[in-house]
Each structure stands twice: as C-alpha cells, then as structure tokens.
C-alpha cells in the first residue's frame, strides 16, 4: 500500500537533527512533490522492522518513508546509517501543516505540481474536489 505525500496525515519525526514526516507505508516517488526529498528507512534481516539504514528506495526490509525539505544524504551516496538519529516527535500531521510547524512555503510543492494547496478544495487534474 502506498499513500499521498500531499494529503495523507504522516507522523512528525526528526531524523539526523532535521524534521521530517514519516509513515510506514510506501510513497510513489512520483507523487513526490518537486522541492521535497524521499528516502526510505530500511531494517535489516535480524529486524526487518529497524530503522537502520537510510536510502533512496528500500528493494528489502521497507521499515517506512520519510519526507524532508533538505536532503538527508549525499547525491550519489546509497546509504546512511541512522545510529539512533530517528525520533519520533509524537504528532500526526499533514504536508499543509508541517510546512506550518516549520516556516515552510507549502504553496510551492503545490504548484510544482500544478494544484494548489488542500485548503483551497482542489486537488489534481481529474481527481474529485472536496
């Protein structure tokens, strides 16, 4: 299963020092909205469930996807260890109102997908309004 980055309610968290938002299903990289980065946190085969390893696409041992609007590693690096970097804050919240919590201009993530933000009741071309 996969959810909407732009409107699904995702868990505050801080990885490396940085917030981010985190679930623990998958998110379609194409549905990332541009401006924003996509990892994901992968376990190991002892705990496949561990959030130990940070990639751009877990192929084995997807332990949940994280949202950042700074990169988390390096271009060109395959992976980072976490080493006990990952917390979550306790808050479940959506892109809309992390941007909020974090001084973020939302408008532009919208825009670079051609929508405008959830507040404004509309949603992708050919997706219904609500």
């Known amino acids: 299963m996969s959810v909407n980055p732009l409107t699904a309610p995702m868990q505050h968290a801080e990885l490396f020092g940085k917030p981010v938002l985190f679930t623990n299903w998958l ?9 924003l980065y996509c990892y994901d946190l992968q376990g190991t085969q002892k705990n496949p469930s561990a959030k130990t390893i940070l990639v751009d696409q877990a192929d084995f041992f997807h332990a949940g996807t994280v949202l950042s609007p ?3 590693k390096r271009e060109g690096t395959v992976s980072r260890r976490v080493n006990k970097t990952f917390c979550l804050l306790g808050e479940e919240m959506t892109l809309e109102q992390f941007c909020e ?3 973020l201009d939302c ?3 919208y825009e670079k997908l051609d929508q405008t933000a959830p507040s404004q009741g509309i949603t992708m071309e050919g997706m219904p309004k609500f």
């Open 107 to 109: 408008s532009k993530f």
């Open 70 to 72: 700074v990169p988390l």
């Open 101 to 103: 919590e974090h001084d």
């Open 27 to 35: 998110i379609q990289r194409d549905a990332v909205p541009l401006g």
